[in-house]
């Protein structure tokens, strides 16, 4: 166990807290949500809970299959104990299926199966709206070293492989996602949340959004979505 010391950082889904334990944080999950950049405010019953929990099973599965993590352990329904991080300013985004900006972006419709994962990176700035960047402006601006990235690569591909695996025996499709890496003791490790606030969650039958789209695009059930992912993946309902 570890004692929960200040308050570190305030996100718009987290807080990070100290704790008594050197190169370990508390992340507590909050209900709040927001879209677009913050433009958008709102908060989703019980999502803490469940975007803890649901970010520990998937965690605990990616370190099972040999993916480095910062997940420590679930200490309560909302918080987890985490490895401290320098937190790499380069959020990777996967995509399996056309969804979200992308669609907007090239006119592809919704849905369209990709042939091979796409995989983009955006500047990890909310004050600039997270822009898009690519391995040309993350090298010459310094913000990862090649051999970072092509870790960052190799790993992102992997956890998008474990996860489409895991998510098709549950009957979902694993659209896109976001991942954030930091670095640990000197080890390049995935960091953040996986849940439905950061991933797209299909129903493999009938196409039914089971993530944080049912919020951004007000299609209603928002808390019934995540409720639903988190009692596919343990069986249990909350
Ligand atoms: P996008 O289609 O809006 O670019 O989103 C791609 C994926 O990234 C989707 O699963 C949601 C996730 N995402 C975040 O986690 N944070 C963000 O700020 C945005 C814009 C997307």
Redesign the pocket.
């Known amino acids: 166990m570890a004692e929960k010391r200040e308050q570190l950082y305030e996100g718009k889904a987290k807080r990070v807290y100290r704790t008594d334990r050197p190169g370990l944080y508390l992340v507590d999950y909050k209900d709040d949500a927001t879209a677009f ?1 913050g433009a958008k405010k709102g908060s989703i019953q019980n999502k803490g809970v469940l975007n803890n929990l649901i970010s520990a099973v998937f965690f605990r599965l990616l370190e099972e299959k040999g993916i480095p993590t910062h997940f420590v352990e679930q200490v309560s329904d909302r918080e987890m104990l985490v490895k401290a991080l320098d937190i790499i300013k380069v959020e990777v ?1 996967v995509r399996n299926i056309v ?4 669609s907007k972006r090239l006119g592809v419709p919704e849905g369209k199966v990709l042939t091979e994962p796409i995989l983009e990176f955006y500047y990890k700035d909310d004050d600039l709206g ?1 822009p898009m960047i690519n391995d040309y402006h993350i090298r010459a601006l310094g913000l990862a070293t090649p051999a970072q990235m092509n870790r960052i690569t190799e790993l992102s591909l992997k956890v998008n492989k474990i996860l489409l695996e895991y998510l098709a025996d549950k009957n979902i499709d694993l659209v ?3 991942l954030e890496f930091g670095v640990h003791g000197g080890e390049l490790v995935l960091g953040d949340e996986i849940s439905p ?4 969650f299909w129903d493999k039958v009938t196409h039914e959004k089971l993530d944080k789209d049912r919020f951004r695009r007000d299609l209603g059930k928002v808390e019934e979505a995540y409720e639903e992912i988190y009692r596919r993946l343990t069986g249990k309902s909350m």
């Open positions: 950049n985004v969804a979200g900006s992308l997270d896109d996602f976001k606030d950061n991933c797209r």
